[in-house]
């Protein structure tokens, strides 16, 4: 499956963006999506997670309350609809998808098979 992220931008501090995440393939139901951020210098850190069924979602602790993760099999997306951004929110956001990914391996990146390229999100205060 390929993946393509899309939505980063620039916005002031509270602010909100809606971050998408498209997939090739006909199979994509099939897949759990997570998304995943980068800030310069730091390690890839897990935000959220939706498993295959769509029935259980997952959050870092940082963005729990602000951020939701949601999905339309339909368009073959997902989404993280980020709000009350913070400046500390700004990185690279990938998403990244692996089939019928369980509640049980979601946290880490070894856990994701396929990774979009990621889209930028910068926040200012």
């Known amino acids: 499956v390929q993946l393509q992220a899309s939505g980063g931008g620039s916005v002031q501090a509270g602010g909100s963006l809606r971050l998408s995440c498209a997939a090739s393939?006909?199979?994509?139901?099939?897949?759990?999506v997570g998304w995943f951020r980068q800030a310069p210098g730091k390690e890839r850190e897990f935000v959220a997670a939706?498993?295959?069924?769509?029935?259980?979602?997952y959050y870092a602790d940082s963005v729990k309350g602000r951020f939701t993760i949601s999905r339309d099999n339909a368009k073959n997306t997902v989404y993280l609809q980020t709000n009350s951004l913070k400046p500390e929110d700004t990185a690279v956001y990938y998403c990244a998808a692996r089939a019928f990914l369980s509640g049980s391996h979601y946290y880490t990146t070894r856990d994701y098979d396929y990774w979009g390229q990621g889209t930028q999100v910068t926040v200012s205060s």
């Open positions: 939706i498993i295959w069924t769509g029935e259980s979602t």
């Open positions: 393939g006909r199979t994509f139901a099939s897949y759990g």
